[in-house]
């Protein structure tokens, strides 16, 4: 599949079709529709070009990568940092951005203003139970601030967003698993789980999807049916946390 603007190969749209077809396709079985998925060796017909994409971890690796971070020297902010950015499936930089004006813990959202979003388009991040739980531990200690993770040394600031990633390395992950890969974890588990429509599970991500001429993200934002889908996220990577805990 080639740019239509540059003539060079497209990997990563080609990639992303044959997730989608996977997706709609694995639907379409279990549904009963279909006897099997045609697509399911579509990727091993292709040669893919190297893309530069942040390494992380498959879903059946969280718990040891849990048991690496409680055991690891990193400061606790840092370590409650990756936790929120796992929870949330939100990019480094708005984890890191958070403020507290921007939550309802009441009704369980957080909304992040346009100007911090990629795609410069608000957006409401429903918050699982682990995640309430986590930002009333951050409560006690930066609630007073403007920001979640507060910078330590700097007054109104935020924890630089590259903690995440120098905690990572730390940890020897260099190469495995990056902060913005974070999110790729659970946008992994969620695929696999086939818990929504595609749509759905990339606005769990901030990913806007559609044609030119029908944005999905302009016309919806599935806050209702993302709302079970990051609870069962958070229940996972909970689980996973016990799974750590109870080895120690």
Known sequence: ???????????????????????????????????????LSAKDIYSFAPAESHPHIEPAELPLLLTDISESKAQPRTKDLILFQLLTMVRPSEASNAEWAEFDLENKVWTIPAEKMKMKHPHKVPLSSQTIRLLQHLQSQTGHKRFVFASRNKINEPMNSQSVNKALVD??????????????????????????????????????VGTSTGKIYDKADFFEQRIPIMQAW???????????????
């Open 1 to 39: 599949m080639k740019d239509r603007r540059t003539g060079t190969a497209d990997s990563d749209t080609l990639k992303r079709v044959i997730r989608l077809a996977n997706e709609i396709l694995t639907y379409a079985m279990n549904a009963g529709a279909i006897p099997f998925n045609p697509c």
């Open 234 to 248: 958070g229940d996972f990577v909970e689980q996973c946390a016990e799974r750590t805990s109870s080895k120690s």
């Open 171 to 208: 940890m020897s992950y260099k190469g495995k698993q990056d902060a913005h890969g974070l999110r790729s974890i659970g946008r992994t588990y969620i695929g696999e789980k086939q818990m929504d429509g595609y749509e759905v599970l990339e606005m769990c991500i901030a990913h806007k």
